[in-house]
């Protein structure tokens, strides 16, 4: 039974990003299961996750090519959305589409970091400008993913979470500038369940390209012993075992049917929580204590 302070996403339409694996694959599925008619925005609608979702035959899943860096491809996606929404219109934009990165700041190339902002916040904005008109129709909402590396920095993640920072500058601002709209924004601040985004094997081929690609004086001054230390620890990361994506899909899902959406969800366990109060509320000598 919908509690009175949730409303029905069925017959509703919602575009969601990066939906070829993680989150965003299993938030279509979700979606689609509620009732909603879901546009599943994909890198690569032929292949691997895109194809699995096509081959289910859905009559509400419509599987659209949608590499949010690319100008022309959020232009047709809208298109299509345009073209083939239901009567109730386009009920949300969630804008799940992520890259990452790792490796201390004189490492990691300015190529690197102006291709993980492109994709983390550069293409939430271009799809945001895109579909902002067809949300002012319904009252809709934006949803953007964030992190907790949104709430406090560590080593060795700098490029993802400058992105990160700025998607919380770009969703606070957006939310107040769409309430004559009556549009809302949430983010969704996923902690360590993050599943997918490191695995064995892709740490250890960016670790091998990042190496190349550092001065060989900077390499000298931290020396390969340290950086293997380095990569060791996020092998580590990215082998400890599955992370359930059901909190992180939950959350999203709430801040698409709650009455009243919140301005945040945190899918975070219990570590970074603490994290995140500790550096938000105490003096910042504490958190560096403690946590790094």
């Not at 983010?187 to 690609?213: C, H, M, R, Y």
Request: glycine residues 6%; contains cysteine; aromatic residues 10%.
């Amino acid at each position: 039974m919908m509690s009175l302070l949730q409303v029905s996403l069925n017959g509703k339409s919602v575009l969601v990003t990066g939906c070829d694996s993680g989150f965003g694959y299993e938030l279509a599925l979700r979606l689609e299961r509620m009732g909603a008619v879901v546009f599943a925005g994909c890198v690569k609608a032929q292949e691997g996750g895109a194809k699995e979702l096509k081959d289910l035959n859905l009559k509400r899943l419509h599987v659209i090519q949608l590499d949010v860096t690319s100008d022309e491809q959020v232009a047709t996606a809208t298109d299509y959305v345009s073209r083939h929404i239901p009567p109730q219109g386009l009920w949300a934009v969630v804008n799940n589409a992520g890259l990452n990165a790792f490796g201390y700041v004189e490492w990691v190339p300015i190529t690197t970091c102006k291709k993980v902002m492109d994709v983390n916040v550069w293409g939430a904005v271009r799809v945001i400008h895109s579909f902002l008109p067809l949300l002012r129709d319904t009252r809709g909402r934006i949803v953007n993913l964030s992190s907790a590396l949104s709430r406090f920095s560590l080593p060795n993640r700098s490029t993802y979470g400058i992105t990160k920072y700025g998607i919380q500058a770009l969703s606070d601002s957006l939310r107040f500038e769409m309430k004559r709209w009556g549009i809302s924004v949430s983010i969704i601040e996923p902690g360590s369940l993050v599943s997918g985004i490191f695995t064995e094997d892709s740490v250890k081929k960016q670790a091998a390209n990042l190496w190349n690609q550092i001065p060989e004086a900077v390499q000298k001054v931290y020396t390969k012993e340290f950086y293997d230390n380095v990569v060791g620890s996020m092998l580590k990361y990215s082998t400890k075992g599955a992370i359930p994506k059901a909190p992180v899909v939950d959350a999203y899902v709430m801040a698409l049917v709650h009455r009243y959406p919140h301005p945040r969800y945190q899918p975070m366990e219990l570590k970074m929580k603490i994290m995140a109060w500790v550096n938000t509320h105490l003096p910042e000598w504490v958190f560096e204590r403690i946590f790094t």
